[in-house]
């Protein structure tokens, strides 16, 4: 056999085994003979062979090569191979049919195997210490039966009749009639006393669950309210703050009960006890409020709320409490019950607080005075914009974060007290710095001099620039800093360092020099791969309204440049916004020349169909990719690191830090590497791209994650927990939780603007960035089964077997197909069907035909990136709602099972493929233009 190096040395993925070839100088001879017998078949057979055990198995198992108890070896040409040979591999080999090849040091060996070789595995079962016994039958005896006590008769009547009157002559009657029937004798009345009998023992059920219901509720601390909807009246000293949003509603398991405990108390008159001591303990409140006993008053006053909803509120059934105490709750109080009464009663008592707090905020006693407007009145944020105005900045502060007022307040009023690392805790967490630093420029400048401050070294800190450098501007003894920042967003290139050229040109036009030669190499160059840099200069040059010489320079440049690319390549820019341009500058005849330029109409780009031979491979796997602004790509290589590579395949960078999944920042110049261990457990690493270093962060527990992150909070889930993790700390902490939200946590999708998250029961949950604010919840489809997969039966009895992807605005991609009985969808071979749309509605179908099934999708604006996988190969399809066939269509032959791998990631402008073949593909998605094909090895 000629000597061979192949391209790969091992089976990675999902493969269907043989059988095993296992080395007990590597692993030991003890845990060989384990490994075999667990996995011992049936009609199995084991050879041993140059050292090795040769397991062959009667039928093929499916798993994945990484987890099998040795080499897997599959069986092709004849041929037992433990590595995905290519066919000229194998014909480079010359070896006969039969043979065992396998790959030692990277080269690949062979050897002829046959019975002489065989091993029998019961000779490995050591006998000699078991002593063998003779089988005897065993029938115990059953143990006698003792006889029971014959029962005494204690009737409980008779032990307690100096306390229980007689019992009356028609009950004694219907309970003598139940005791002969249940002995059988007949009563000439069985029917009639039978029927009677069923009924007094369901009265006395029902009488008696009811009394435990009352007695319950006699005890639970009541609310009142005053006319329907109009307002309510709630007890005092009860506080029972309301985890969820919907702190009005009660559970229907309670509310019937008290409903039904209401309807009790009116049966037997009890009602009318309780409404004369309610009425007392509310005249007596009023009173104190009349002489002036304000303590006291306040202690036993009953709040008001004029925007509750009553619907699901039912009566109150006792008598309010005071309370023990004034302190002011951070959270509002859940209302159970209510008290109907007139509507003047309940403005009578809004005037009696109003004057209340008037009074004491008169004498002076501000907490007191609040504690009027947030307890009784239901005015949070007076009573907040009250205790402000008297400089109580910190309880303000807690009572505006506890009743979740507006994101801006909260940050500006624990900036006021002084706690810095609280304001810009919250201010992370709800974006809220731009209402803080609003309000706080009117009434404290040099306070909001400082929250600018740290508003845009946050930004900095974040990776945004941009942003950083237009929030600092207006301070201008800080604006060297602005410069170091322009400077960084040019160094991580791309088109935020095109961005970066308009805006410095725009802040420091003294410095044109210092990047002419950059700015204008951008503007002259005609390549497809910086067309998009191009395109953000021209949106920024657009977008700025400041007029200087260097800008006209750059605009009349542009105008140019345009000109040429809408020439080249018809769509990319438009007359209308090429006269635009020309026009924002005192230019006629430019302007005069770009009119009467002859554009080209728009013609429909032709479908896009690129194949890659299963032989056309690379030899490592890639666990995940991305392309960075500039146009590099950062790999994950698993346990071997991570690479940042240029387009045309030069290693840039290594990072010896194990990867299986990339989160990239949204400027890209930052990113988190992720290496799963075992179960949830995850290893954290981040990566500086602009400095090109790497270092280890930190473990956590986490299921599910976003694949972006804004460089400050990165979004995760944990089984049913929402997490928002401060991607700047130390340590994995959170910004932002959301607990036991009803199921696990199946995906996540964000955007710049949204963040998603699907539950395993298909329930959406979308939020608007970066408020954190929850826009909506929805169900999209149906829950998953034992195999992961969201199937269920429709209308006409079809088998549906769904995979969904939710993008973070809501749309949702459902690719099915239809299955007649329980088979798995790649047994089936019906055609794929692709569903796009909304939440709510179905917008766009497609079918796709037979042979393959939906394995991931990936959504941006209006198209889709669907990768399904085959018998053989794996497709990639990009759909657009414009077109009934798919814009692109990639088939990467011999690629493995694609639920683990290859992967996709599609961001609207770039289109990144992969696989566990080392292949690595880029695409331009506005172009469908080819711009990255590699084979890492």
Same mark, same amino acid.
């Given at each position: 056999?000629?000597?061979?190096?192949?391209?790969?040395?091992?089976?990675?993925?999902?493969?269907?085994?043989?059988?095993?070839?296992?080395?007990?100088?590597?692993?030991?001879?003890?845990?060989?003979?384990?490994?075999?017998?667990?996995?011992?078949?049936?009609?199995?057979?084991?050879?041993?062979?140059?050292?090795?055990?040769?397991?062959?198995?009667?039928?093929?198992?499916?798993?994945?090569?990484?987890?099998?108890?040795?080499?897997?070896?599959?069986?092709?040409?004849?041929?037992?191979?433990?590595?995905?040979?290519?066919?000229?591999?194998?014909?480079?080999?010359?070896?006969?049919?039969?043979?065992?090849?396998?790959?030692?040091?990277?080269?690949?060996?062979?050897?002829?195997?046959?019975?002489?070789?065989?091993?029998?595995?019961?000779?490995?079962?050591?006998?000699?210490?078991?002593?063998?016994?003779?089988?005897?039958? &065993?029938?115990?005896?059953? /143990? @006698? =039966?003792? *006889?029971?006590? #014959?029962? !005494?008769? $204690? %009737?409980? +009547?008779?032990? &307690?009749?100096?306390?229980? /009157? @007689? =019992?009356? *002559?028609?009950? #004694?009657? !219907?309970? $003598? %009639?139940? +005791?002969?029937?249940?002995?059988?004798?007949?009563?000439?009345?069985?029917?009639?006393?039978?029927?009677?009998?069923?009924?007094?023992?369901?009265?006395?059920?029902?009488?008696?669950?009811?009394?435990?219901?009352?007695?319950?509720?006699?005890?639970?601390?009541?609310?009142?309210?005053?006319?329907?909807?109009?307002?309510?009246?709630?007890?005092?000293?009860?506080?029972?703050?309301?985890?969820?949003?919907?702190?009005?509603?009660?559970?229907?398991?309670?509310?019937?009960?008290?409903?039904?405990?209401?309807?009790?108390?009116?049966?037997?008159?009890?009602?009318?006890?309780?409404?004369?001591?309610?009425?007392?303990?509310?005249?007596?409140?009023?009173?104190?409020?009349?002489?002036?006993?304000?303590?006291?008053?306040?202690?036993?006053?009953?709040?008001?709320?004029?925007?509750?909803?009553?619907?699901?509120?039912?009566?109150?059934?006792?008598?309010?409490?005071?309370?023990?105490?004034?302190?002011?709750?951070?959270?509002?109080?859940?209302?159970?019950?209510?008290?109907?009464?007139?509507?003047?009663?309940?403005?009578?008592?809004?005037?009696?607080?109003?004057?209340?707090?008037?009074?004491?905020?008169?004498?002076?006693?501000?907490?007191?005075?609040?504690?009027?407007?947030?307890?009784?009145?239901?005015?949070?944020?007076?009573?907040?914009?009250?205790?402000?105005?008297?400089?109580?900045?910190?309880?303000?502060?807690?009572?505006?974060?506890?009743?979740?007022?507006?994101?801006?307040?909260?940050?500006?009023?624990?900036?006021?007290?002084?706690?810095?690392?609280?304001?810009?805790?919250?201010?992370?967490?709800?974006?809220?710095?731009?209402?803080?630093?609003?309000?706080?420029?009117?009434?404290?400048?040099?306070?909001?001099?400082?929250?600018?401050?740290?508003?845009?070294?946050?930004?900095?800190?974040?990776?945004?620039?941009?942003?950083?450098?237009?929030?600092?501007?207006?301070?201008?003894?800080?604006?060297?800093?602005?410069?170091?920042?322009?400077?960084?967003?040019?160094?991580?290139?791309?088109?935020?360092?095109?961005?970066?050229?308009?805006?410095?040109?725009?802040?420091?036009?003294?410095?044109?020099?210092?990047?002419?030669?950059?700015?204008?190499?951008?503007?002259?160059?005609?390549?497809?791969?910086?067309?998009?840099?191009?395109?953000?200069?021209?949106?920024?040059?657009?977008?700025?309204?400041?007029?200087?010489?260097?800008?006209?320079?750059?605009?009349?440049?542009?105008?140019?440049?345009?000109?040429?690319?809408?020439?080249?390549?018809?769509?990319?820019?438009?007359?209308?916004?090429?006269?635009?341009?020309?026009?924002?500058?005192?230019?006629?005849?430019?302007?005069?020349?770009?009119?009467?330029?002859?554009?080209?109409?728009?013609?429909?780009?032709?479908?896009?169909?690129?194949?890659?031979?299963?032989?056309?491979?690379?030899?490592?796997?890639?666990?995940?990719?991305?392309?960075?602004?500039?146009?590099?790509?950062?790999?994950?290589?698993?346990?071997?690191?991570?690479?940042?590579?240029?387009?045309?395949?030069?290693?840039?960078?290594?990072?010896?830090?194990?990867?299986?999944?990339?989160?990239?920042?949204?400027?890209?110049?930052?990113?988190?590497?992720?290496?799963?261990?075992?179960?949830?457990?995850?290893?954290?690493?981040?990566?500086?791209?602009?400095?090109?270093?790497?270092?280890?962060?930190?473990?956590?527990?986490?299921?599910?994650?976003?694949?972006?992150?804004?460089?400050?909070?990165?979004?995760?889930?944990?089984?049913?927990?929402?997490?928002?993790?401060?991607?700047?700390?130390?340590?994995?902490?959170?910004?932002?939780?959301?607990?036991?939200?009803?199921?696990?946590?199946?995906?996540?999708?964000?955007?710049?603007?949204?963040?998603?998250?699907?539950?395993?029961?298909?329930?959406?949950?979308?939020?608007?960035?970066?408020?954190?604010?929850?826009?909506?919840?929805?169900?999209?489809?149906?829950?998953?089964?034992?195999?992961?997969?969201?199937?269920?039966?429709?209308?006409?009895?079809?088998?549906?077997?769904?995979?969904?992807?939710?993008?973070?605005?809501?749309?949702?991609?459902?690719?099915?197909?239809?299955?007649?009985?329980?088979?798995?969808?790649?047994?089936?071979?019906?055609?794929?069907?692709?569903?796009?749309?909304?939440?709510?509605?179905?917008?766009?179908?497609?079918?796709?035909?037979?042979?393959?099934?939906?394995?991931?999708?990936?959504?941006?604006?209006?198209?889709?990136?669907?990768?399904?996988?085959?018998?053989?190969?794996?497709?990639?399809?990009?759909?657009?709602?414009?077109?009934?066939?798919?814009?692109?269509?990639?088939?990467?032959?011999?690629?493995?099972?694609?639920?683990?791998?290859?992967?996709?990631?599609?961001?609207?402008?770039?289109?990144?493929?992969?696989?566990?073949?080392?292949?690595?593909?880029?695409?331009?998605?506005?172009?469908?233009?080819?711009?990255?094909?590699?084979?890492?090895?």
């Amino acid at each position: 056999m000629s000597e061979l190096r192949p391209r790969a040395v091992a089976h990675r993925g999902v493969i269907r085994a043989r059988g095993f070839v296992l080395d007990p100088a590597l692993i030991g001879e003890a845990t060989c003979r384990r490994r075999i017998l667990d996995a011992w078949q049936t009609g199995a057979r084991l050879f041993r062979v140059e050292g090795r055990y040769v397991l062959l198995l009667e039928e093929s198992v499916r798993l994945r090569g990484e987890a099998a108890i040795g080499e897997p070896l599959i069986c092709r040409d004849g041929l037992w191979l433990t590595a995905p040979l290519t066919d000229s591999e194998i014909e480079a080999l010359d070896v006969a049919e039969g043979a065992l090849v396998w790959i030692e040091a990277g080269r690949a060996r062979s050897a002829m195997f046959g019975d002489e070789m065989s091993v029998e595995p019961a000779e490995w079962i050591e006998l000699d210490g078991f002593e063998l016994v003779e089988p005897s039958g &065993f029938v115990p005896e059953e /143990p @006698p =039966v003792e *006889a029971l006590p #014959e029962a !005494v008769e $204690r %009737a409980a +009547r008779g032990i &307690f009749a100096d306390f229980v /009157p @007689p =019992v009356d *002559a028609r009950a #004694e009657e !219907v309970q $003598r %009639a139940l +005791r002969r029937a249940a002995k059988g004798e007949s009563t000439g009345r069985e029917t009639s006393l039978a029927k009677l009998g069923e009924g007094a023992g369901a009265v006395l059920r029902a009488t008696g669950l009811a009394v435990r219901t009352t007695l319950k509720f006699l005890f639970f601390p009541w609310m009142l309210m005053f006319t329907g909807g109009e307002g309510y009246l709630e007890p005092a000293g009860v506080r029972r703050p309301t985890p969820t949003k919907e702190k009005h509603r009660s559970g229907g398991l309670e509310r019937w009960f008290r409903q039904l405990a209401a309807r009790l108390l009116n049966m037997t008159q009890l009602s009318r006890l309780v409404g004369r001591k309610q009425a007392k303990y509310m005249q007596e409140m009023v009173e104190m409020f009349r002489r002036g006993d304000l303590d006291e008053a306040l202690k036993h006053a009953i709040p008001l709320d004029a925007d509750l909803d009553v619907k699901d509120l039912g009566p109150t059934l006792w008598s309010p409490s005071p309370r023990e105490n004034l302190e002011l709750g951070l959270q509002k109080n859940r209302v159970s019950s209510a008290l109907f009464t007139a509507v003047t009663f309940f403005e009578d008592l809004q005037e009696i607080y109003s004057q209340a707090f008037e009074e004491l905020e008169r004498r002076g006693e501000i907490e007191k005075a609040a504690f009027v407007l947030l307890e009784l009145l239901d005015m949070p944020y007076e009573a907040v914009s009250f205790l402000e105005t008297h400089e109580r900045f910190e309880l303000a502060a807690k009572i505006a974060e506890g009743r979740e007022l507006s994101g801006g307040m909260v940050v500006r009023l624990w900036f006021l007290a002084g706690d810095v690392e609280r304001a810009l805790l919250v201010a992370r967490r709800t974006g809220a710095f731009a209402g803080a630093v609003s309000h706080l420029e009117q009434s404290d400048p040099d306070k909001a001099k400082q929250l600018r401050l740290f508003w845009a070294d946050h930004l900095a800190s974040a990776g945004d620039f941009g942003g950083a450098v237009s929030v600092i501007w207006p301070v201008e003894e800080a604006r060297h800093i602005a410069c170091e920042w322009l400077d960084r967003g040019i160094d991580v290139g791309g088109a935020l360092a095109a961005r970066m050229y308009v805006w410095k040109a725009s802040l420091l036009p003294g410095e044109f020099d210092s990047f002419r030669k950059e700015v204008f190499a951008l503007l002259d160059d005609t390549s497809n791969a910086r067309a998009h840099e191009r395109r953000a200069l021209v949106d920024a040059l657009r977008t700025t309204h400041d007029h200087n010489a260097v800008l006209d320079v750059l605009r009349r440049k542009a105008a140019r440049m345009m000109v040429a690319e809408e020439l080249r390549a018809p769509g990319s820019f438009g007359p209308e916004e090429i006269e635009a341009m020309a026009g924002s500058i005192d230019e006629f005849m430019l302007y005069e020349d770009v009119r009467r330029v002859d554009f080209r109409p728009v013609t429909r780009r032709e479908p896009v169909s690129v194949q890659i031979a299963a032989e056309d491979c690379g030899a490592v796997h890639i666990h995940d990719a991305a392309r960075l602004p500039d146009g590099r790509l950062l790999v994950a290589l698993g346990d071997a690191g991570m690479r940042v590579v240029s387009l045309d395949g030069r290693t840039i960078a290594r990072f010896d830090q194990p990867s299986d999944a990339l989160v990239i920042s949204d400027s890209g110049d930052r990113a988190i590497a992720i290496k799963r261990l075992d179960g949830r457990r995850v290893r954290l690493t981040r990566v500086d791209l602009v400095e090109l270093w790497a270092s280890h962060w930190c473990y956590a527990d986490i299921s599910r994650w976003a694949d972006s992150y804004d460089g400050s909070i990165w979004f995760v889930a944990r089984v049913d927990t929402f997490i928002g993790v401060d991607a700047m700390a130390d340590d994995f902490s959170a910004l932002w939780r959301v607990a036991e939200v009803g199921g696990w946590v199946s995906s996540m999708q964000r955007s710049e603007e949204h963040l998603s998250f699907v539950l395993q029961n298909c329930e959406v949950w979308n939020y608007e960035l970066p408020s954190l604010m929850l826009r909506e919840r929805a169900e999209v489809g149906v829950p998953e089964d034992e195999h992961g997969l969201n199937r269920y039966v429709d209308a006409d009895g079809q088998t549906m077997t769904v995979r969904q992807a939710v993008f973070a605005r809501g749309q949702v991609c459902r690719a099915y197909h239809e299955v007649r009985g329980e088979h798995l969808p790649e047994e089936s071979h019906c055609p794929l069907h692709v569903e796009f749309g909304d939440v709510h509605r179905q917008r766009v179908s497609w079918e796709l035909g037979t042979g393959f099934d939906a394995a991931r999708a990936e959504v941006h604006g209006e198209r889709v990136a669907l990768l399904l996988h085959g018998d053989d190969d794996v497709r990639l399809m990009l759909l657009s709602t414009e077109r009934e066939e798919p814009q692109l269509t990639v088939q990467l032959d011999g690629a493995s099972y694609p639920y683990v791998f290859p992967g996709v990631r599609f961001d609207g402008q770039w289109l990144t493929l992969w696989d566990e073949r080392g292949r690595l593909l880029n695409f331009d998605a506005q172009t469908l233009r080819l711009d990255c094909d590699l084979r890492l090895s």
